[in-house]
């Protein structure tokens, strides 16, 4: 009987520690499984992140090149009418001309310009009398030296008046008929060498001397 007993209680023991033992594996198993979800959890969270980041990057650098590439189109723009701006200023005057705008005091000028252009030219001979008839060899010069100024198509310049400025000068009003702008024109004579212009407004309205 006491080896029975002996035996049994040994038995016993066992098993509590085969259980325990058991007990053991599982909780060990499901520490480890915690362990591996949470890393999970957080590896993929932190890869969220960077695939975030990653994107935010690439849209800040998209918007960076199409702000870039707006600011070109306008840079070149801005060229392209200045380009435009220059090319009507210099149709306006004749090549190879400074030119320099002036203040005025008349009500009627929109704008005024003073430049070195040369004389137009004279196949007449000295000593010279200004003739103001239409056909006259000065008033044929007198609007070559309007037309070189102005760059006025011919077709399109209208005489408006043309008449005595002072000793050996003119004063004309002419139209371009192409936009009509109205013109006011001062030239003075130079000996042997033909009219030339001294000045140029362009003003709102002809107002008949």
């Given at each position: 009987m006491p080896n029975n007993k002996f035996g049994s209680r040994t038995e016993r023991q066992m098993k509590r520690r085969?259980?325990?033992?058991?007990?053991?594996?599982?909780?060990?198993?499901?520490?480890?499984?915690?362990?591996?979800?949470?890393?999970?959890?957080?590896?993929g969270k932190d890869e969220n992140k960077e695939t975030?980041?990653?994107?935010?990057?690439?849209?800040?650098?998209?918007i960076t090149t199409e702000?870039?590439?707006?600011?070109?189109?306008?840079?070149?723009?801005?060229d392209s009418e200045t380009e435009v701006d220059e090319?009507?200023?210099n149709d306006f005057?004749?090549?190879?001309?400074?030119?320099?705008?002036?203040?005025?005091?008349?009500?009627?000028?929109?704008?005024?310009?003073?430049?070195?252009?040369?004389?137009?030219?004279t196949?007449?001979?000295?000593?010279?009398?200004?003739?103001?008839?239409?056909?006259?060899?000065?008033?044929?010069?007198i609007r070559e030296a309007i037309l070189n100024v102005t760059n006025i198509k011919e077709d399109d310049l209208t005489e408006l008046w043309v008449g005595n400025g002072g000793d050996q000068k003119v004063i004309a009003n002419v139209e371009d008929r192409s936009n009509?702008?109205?013109?006011?024109?001062?030239l003075s004579w130079v000996e042997a060498e033909g009219w030339q212009v001294t000045l140029v407004e362009r003003i709102k309205e002809f107002k008949s001397p």
């Open positions: 085969k259980n325990e033992r058991l007990l053991l594996s599982f909780v060990g198993v499901a520490v480890l499984f915690v362990i591996i979800l949470f890393i999970f959890i957080f590896t975030d980041n990653v994107k935010g990057d690439n849209t800040e650098n998209n702000d870039v590439g707006e600011t070109d189109e306008q840079v070149e723009t801005d090319s009507e200023e005057f004749s090549d190879d001309v400074v030119i320099q705008q002036i203040d005025s005091n008349d009500s009627n000028v929109i704008e005024a310009f003073v430049g070195n252009w040369p004389p137009i030219g196949i007449q001979e000295e000593p010279h009398t200004t003739e103001y008839d239409d056909d006259s060899q000065d008033r044929i010069e009509s702008d109205i013109y006011r024109i001062y």
